[in-house]
């Protein structure tokens, strides 16, 4: 099979206004993840909970009550192979996680949160629920905005993911 080569994109006058504004919200979501997960390490540090990290305590949050596979966490696009296969493990080695082998295929192990990873997972939640009300309290941000910033991310995850899929 013959693959064409795309020309480069270069862009005209009329595409460089939307190109400046694409890389600049490119930078805002790489920003605010750094910052998310600063704020999360406050938040860990003001509680007094050292031993884990931001990323596994994000890890636990989006656990929440459910049994999964690192591969189920992977394909629901929550974390890259490598990452979540390591702190996983590090995450049952501290006691946040049971794991246990899936009687039907040996080779995969679910994992769920133990009361101690449900600690921190209610941490987060909590940590959430007092940004939401700020947001909305102060007036920064409502219902439309959160509406509108949802919907717009969640169209270019999908034109993204379009991209990773069928490009090649």
């Not at 629901?76 to 246990?100: A, D, F, I, P, T």
Request: aromatic share 8%.
């Amino acid at each position: 099979m013959r693959m064409s080569i795309q020309e480069p994109f270069v862009p005209t006058m009329n595409d460089k206004g939307f190109m400046v504004g694409y890389l600049e919200a490119l930078s805002l979501v790489e920003r605010l993840h750094r910052l998310l997960l600063d704020v999360i390490k406050d938040e860990f540090e003001r509680v007094n909970v050292l031993e884990i990290n931001a990323v596994q305590a994000l890890l636990l949050f989006n656990i929440g009550d459910n049994e999964v596979t690192a591969g189920e966490l992977k394909s629901r696009g929550y974390y890259q192979g490598s990452n979540v296969s390591y702190n996983l493990k590090k995450l049952v080695e501290m006691g946040y996680m049971h794991h246990q082998r899936c009687e039907i295929d040996r080779r995969s192990v679910r994992v769920r949160l133990t009361e101690k990873g449900r600690h921190v997972r209610d941490v987060v939640s909590d940590l959430f629920s007092r940004h939401a009300e700020g947001l909305e309290n102060k007036g920064m941000l409502g219902h439309e905005g959160i509406a509108d910033i949802t919907t717009s991310l969640k169209r270019m995850e999908r034109y993204w993911t379009d991209q990773i899929r069928y490009i090649y």
